[in-house]
């Protein structure tokens, strides 16, 4: 599938047309707090020097780390944590590049970053990365990332993850929660956190068996959860409201264990009408009625235990 480029708002595909993330942000209602992070957001380059890896599940946009940063000042964020995305696979050559640009100035400070690790992913590279601010990998786990994994590849690489000091990134729906809950559960030492409240379907209610499975492994001390996404897992094309209950009963489940990411640049967004980034912020607000303590643990105390940031 190659990507194209044409005038106006859009990056069309062979075969589907998404829109782009909003250049124009503004700051959310009210500001959010000093210190504020960004848990996971995506950076793509040119992709002549770094190209996509074969058949991957969608095409690099225009998305650069420095966009990033302006977007990020723009809506009141300090910090943030790039999450190496998909379409380059364990290639982090643009990873490595961006993390040495920055190495030794004040952004080296406010950036973390998490990779991709597979069995192909050689310990040397992964030290080098450890040394440049990487703290934890994603696994892209399940059916809907038309990944092919093995459960003993998945066990595998988790332990390499766990003996690096890293933390785990688990990129996962609730259906696929449900099918390797076991796995997980059987690897120890680790922490986890859990993308995108887990891609949950807010139709089947908090009842339904994986989000039940969700608030019982935020009972452990080392899982988290990423209230992040809510936009885009709704079923609703704005407001979001099926987002509430949900965003709500997970901070209540694990109110020290929360972070919150803007998803940035929002890839294959389905909704007709791209949101600006200061709404997913405001999302969030509702998730904790407005409680400043809780938000400022979110934003700020949280990132900073789980990232390894300076206080």
Known sequence: MKKQYPAGDTIVTETETFPQWDRNPRMPGPPPPQGACDSQFHIYGDTNKYPPIP?????????????????????????????????????????????????????????????????????????????????????????????NHTFESIRRNLERVRDLGWHARLHVSGEDLLDYADLLLSVKGLTYSVDHMCHLHFEEGLQQPAMKLLLELLQNENWWIMVSNGCRVSNMEEGWDDAVPFGRAMVRAAPDRVIWGTDWPHVKWRKQR???????VELLYRYVDGDQELLRKILVDNPVRLHGFEP
């Open 55 to 147: 058949n991957t599940f969608y095409q690099p946009p225009d998305a650069t780390f420095w966009h990033m940063k302006t977007v990020l000042e723009k809506i009141g964020f300090q910090r943030g944590v790039i999450v190496y995305p998909m379409p380059y696979g364990t290639d982090s050559r643009l990873l490595i590049d961006v993390l040495e640009a920055i190495r030794g100035t004040p952004d080296e400070r406010n950036f973390r970053a998490t990779c991709i690790v597979k069995d192909d992913s050689k310990d040397s590279e992964l030290a080098q990365l450890d040394s440049l601010g990487v703290v934890g990998a994603r696994f892209n786990i399940g059916k809907k990332w038309e990944e």
């Open 274 to 280: 791209m949101m600006n980034e200061a709404e997913p």
